[in-house]
């Protein structure tokens, strides 16, 4: 197989198998259920000082109570934490189903259940991993604008541009190192650690082909949220936010089973040695490392 074939079997599989879309769904109502609950108990805590941070200046956060900011922040922190479980399930019942298929034609809700309750803890504290690197990568670029905040502007300047640079490198780096954890995690059934050195070898192992895939996933993204950005924006002058939100949603819900299959494709193929005739599996050689 080639990249194509992972985009154009990907996008039959998906075409023939639309159940593959019900776990992005849930989570998308389930996130967006948190929001609404997070926001509207972050506003019940500082409606007491909305006045006060109206006029915001630094100075306002001695002028509120301790507790008040305490428990609000707390209250973001829960819906941040519940947000990454639903994407950890979401991922792995979406990854579980996209195997399925391959593999047998169609899938099932139940090994979507299944899968999910099963993998969801693992990609959590992958994913959790992965944010963690993206802060240190991320952290000579915040640094720069705090400096830039107290007039340090020479060394601001110089901080944001190594910074930037280094932002750069690393956000690329680490989300080709990182790239097909998911299915290392759900088809590979590895552990969290063995989960990371797999994908490494992978990308490693296969550059090109994974920085290729990476690269045409980023281009799609852009080009339907670029697009329904212009159906949504005439609807955007009258429900504000809201249709942008529900244009993110609707490309989540497509792409991220679509994305899935097409990963899951190419996992299986040069992880696994699968390969296909006629769309159907030929043969494949299991990998046992852990």
Same mark, same amino acid.
């Given at each position: ?48 000082n ?12 001695s ?31 979406? =990854? ?30 992958v ?34 541009l ?7 490198i ?48 980023? =281009? ?29 949603l ?5 792409? =991220? ?34």
């Open positions: 197989m080639d990249i194509g074939d992972y985009y154009s079997k990907s996008i039959e599989s998906f075409r023939r198998n639309w159940k593959i879309t019900v776990p992005s769904i849930i989570a998308s109502i389930l996130t967006v259920l948190l929001f609404i609950v997070g926001f509207f108990g972050v506003m019940a805590i500082l409606s007491p909305l006045s006060i941070m109206w006029n915001f200046t630094p100075s306002i956060f002028q509120i109570n301790l507790n008040t900011l305490l428990t609000a922040g707390l209250i973001l922190l829960i819906i941040e934490i519940l947000i990454f479980v639903i994407n950890a399930f979401r991922t792995a019942a979406t =990854v579980g189903m996209a195997k399925q298929i391959i593999m047998d034609g169609s899938a099932s809700l139940d090994i979507a259940w299944k899968d999910g309750i099963k993998y969801f803890p693992k990609i959590f504290v994913s959790i991993i992965k944010m963690i690197l993206m802060v240190i990568v991320a952290a000579p670029l915040i640094l720069s604008f705090y400096l830039l905040f107290n007039n340090m502007i020479l060394g601001g300047i110089s901080l944001l190594a910074g930037s640079l280094i932002f750069f690393g956000y690329i780096l680490i989300s080709l190192i990182f790239f097909v954890f998911n299915q290392s995690v759900v088809v590979g059934q590895k552990s969290v650690i063995g989960s990371i050195k797999d994908s490494y070898h992978i990308f490693w192992n296969n550059k090109l082909t994974v920085f290729l895939v990476a690269l045409i996933n980023g =281009v799609i993204s852009l080009v339907i949220g670029f697009i329904l950005g212009i159906i949504f924006t005439p609807l955007a002058v009258v429900a504000g936010p809201l249709a942008t939100q529900v244009a993110g609707l490309v989540s819900i497509i792409l =991220v089973p679509y994305f899935a299959l097409v990963m899951t494709y190419m996992y299986m193929e040069l992880k696994m040695g699968f390969q296909w005739i006629n769309g159907d599996v030929k043969d494949h050689i299991v990998s046992t490392e852990k």
